[in-house]
Structures are given as C-alpha cells and as structure tokens.
C-alpha cells in the first residue's frame, strides 16, 4: 500500500511562513492527482489544494493567494508553501491521492500521519 509521508509543521505567529513536504514513494506519482487536505481541532477533515497530473491546481477560497501547492515528480515529493498564516490555519495538514469516484464523489485516500502547524501570538 502507498504511504505518504508529511512534514515541516510547527508553530508561527500570525502572517508567518511554513512549507509542508509530502514523501509519496512507491507508486507512480507523476500519474496521480495530489491534495493537500487538512483537520482543525474538534472539525472535520477540510480540502485545501489540489494539483492534478499536468500541473493545474486548485485552492479552498480561504487559502488563495497565500498557499501554493507544487509537485517534483522527479523526487516523488509535494509541497505546500504557506505563507501569511492566520490562526484559522492551525490544524493537522496530510497529503493525500485525489480519486475522483462515481457520481463526482471525491476521496483524498492514502493520507499519511500528518504534519501538525500552529498559527498562534
């Protein structure tokens, strides 16, 4: 089974900057939509970005113009830079493979452990 793997969460203040890693050995990355998806205390798991196969990409309304989501298919790796942090960003983030299901159902399978950010003064 695929295992995704996250990191380079932590603690900032407000307006700072992380960027997140996703390891996604063992499978053919450069074939896979990728997300980025994330779960705030007590909430559900929430989308945040996605980069299909030819590199197109999507944000939640919340994150755009401040995250950006790349790919190095060379590597295996995902990223997501995350910048002007607010403290509604504080939550686990986990990388995911897109699959898109019948009748438009959409699940973000494979998610590793998780990387945990916090956004707090």
């Known amino acids: 089974e695929v295992q995704l793997v996250e990191s380079g969460g932590g603690m900032v203040t407000p307006g700072g900057s992380l960027r997140l890693s996703c390891a996604a050995p063992g499978f053919t990355f450069n074939s896979a939509d990728m997300s980025w998806v994330r779960q705030a205390p007590g909430k559900g798991l929430d989308w945040v970005s996605t980069?299909?196969?030819?590199?197109?990409?999507y944000y939640t309304g919340s994150v755009k113009g401040r995250f950006t989501i790349s790919r190095d298919n060379a590597k295996n790796m995902l990223y997501l830079q995350m910048n002007s942090l607010q403290t509604e960003d504080t939550a686990v983030y986990y990388c995911a493979i897109r699959a898109i299901k019948p009748y438009g159902r959409i699940e973000y399978n494979n998610r590793g452990q998780g990387t945990q950010v916090t956004v707090s003064s």
């Open positions: 980069i299909e196969r030819g590199d197109t990409t």
